[in-house]
Each structure stands twice: as C-alpha cells, then as structure tokens.
C-alpha cells in the first residue's frame, strides 16, 4: 500500500504571497489530518477532515484553511504569509472505520519557507 | 486542555545501555496514548500506542511504554539501544473519540558506539 504523499516537498515563497500544500491519503483512509512542525512550537494541530468535512479545528488564524475532496484527498492554504509561517507541514491520514483512535500514518512533510 | 511534557529534550546514551524517556500527561477525561518517532528529514512514525488492555504496551523493535493512570506518565524503555534507534522521540495524547493529538516537545535519543 502506498503511504501519505505530499507534495510539494519543498517550497520557497515571500511574505505576502499564498501557498497551497496537497495530501494524499494511504488508500481507504477516510480522515486526514494537518499538522504544523517549527523548531520553537513543536508540533501543532491544524485542522482534521473526515468525508469532506471539518472536524476538529486548532488555534490557528483564519489564514489557515483546508478542504477535503469526495476521493479524500486533502489540500491546506496559507494566505497572506508570514516569515513565522516557515515550517513544515504535515499530513497524517487515519483509518478510521469507526471511533477515532488517533492513530496516525504521516506522510513526508512540504518544508515551506517564507523570506 | 491537554499537554504533554517530555522532561529532556536530549538524552545521550551509549550503544547496549537501557533508555528511558520520561512522558507525562495532564487531561481530565479517558485518553489514548502513542509514540512516535522521526527521523532525520523524514515525517514521524507510530512507534507504539496504548488504547485500552493491558498498560504495558510493545513495538516490534524492542520498545515498551507502560501507562500509568495515577501518575499520569507513559515513559518509553528500550532495555538495549542501537546506533539506529538515534531519532527524536515525541510523545502524545489524544482524547478518546477525538482525532486531534497533543504533542510533547520531543526528546532527542543520540546513541553513540
């Protein structure tokens, strides 16, 4: 079975600008979750989207969004970003077929940097 | 709301010797608890979970983390380490029938020969 893709791996962008992250999910999972990774915060919640819909949400601004399309596949924006935006983002996919257990299967990560 | 904390952020161990590192979690309601860990340039890994059973909890390379409600820990042991167990560490909980975890700040396991 094929794990989490995402992509791009690698981005360089400039305050201001907007940038849109793509995640595929392990085949068959339903959930998929977003995840931000900085040196200073560690690892933070985003968002959580099961069957195109938004679940769980954490404490980021309203610049932060994402969607979910029907073939689970998930993508995350950022507008308007910051130098603080620098980080690498993760998605992790779940297969949930019931309660959710939090288990998690993350994908590689898109290392976006802002200058 | 939940935290975790991951009292070292480093632990340098030499190969063959026992490890330990320390987790501890604060919730008020039922929890799951996992492991993970990543390595260099790489996105993180389920190392090990507790959801319900038996506290003491296995991975098939030699970890074990035991749950312990009262004191409110999940410390992670390997009784022997490898060169190749050097990664970082992250510790988490997520309340049960929830989806979002809590992350500790991680521990760095350097293992040297």
């Known amino acids: 079975k094929a794990g989490v893709t995402q992509t791009p791996r690698y981005l360089i962008k400039t305050r201001g600008q907007q940038v849109t992250l793509s995640c595929s999910p392990i085949s068959g999972h339903r959930s998929v979750s977003w995840y931000q990774q900085t040196p200073g915060q560690g690892l933070q919640f985003l968002f959580e989207?099961?069957?195109?819909?938004?679940?769980n949400k954490g404490n980021f601004p309203g610049r932060f969004s994402g969607r979910q399309f029907s073939n689970s596949r998930s993508e995350m924006n950022v507008s308007t970003l910051e130098l603080g935006d620098s980080a690498l983002y993760l998605c992790a996919s779940s297969p949930t077929t019931g309660a959710p257990t939090g288990e998690l299967f993350f994908g590689e990560g898109s290392r976006l940097t802002v200058l | 709301a939940q935290s975790v904390t991951q009292l070292d952020s480093q632990v340098p161990v030499f190969e063959e010797a026992p490890v330990e590192l320390r987790c501890n979690y604060s919730?008020?309601?039922?929890?799951?608890l996992f492991w993970y860990v990543q390595y260099p340039n790489q996105g993180l890994q389920l190392l090990l979970k507790?959801?319900?059973?038996?506290?003491l909890v296995k991975s098939i390379n030699g970890f074990e983390a035991e749950f312990n409600k009262s004191q409110t820990s999940f410390h992670l042991r390997k009784p022997s380490v490898h060169i190749s167990d050097t990664a970082e560490y992250f510790c988490?909980?997520?309340?049960?029938?929830?989806?979002?975890?809590?992350f500790g700040t991680g521990t760095r396991l350097l293992v040297s020969p």
């Open positions: 919730s008020s309601v039922s929890v799951y």
């Open positions: 507790y959801l319900s059973g038996s506290t």
């Open positions: 988490a909980v997520s309340d049960v029938g929830f989806q979002k975890l809590v």
């Open positions: 989207y099961f069957s195109e819909t938004q679940r």
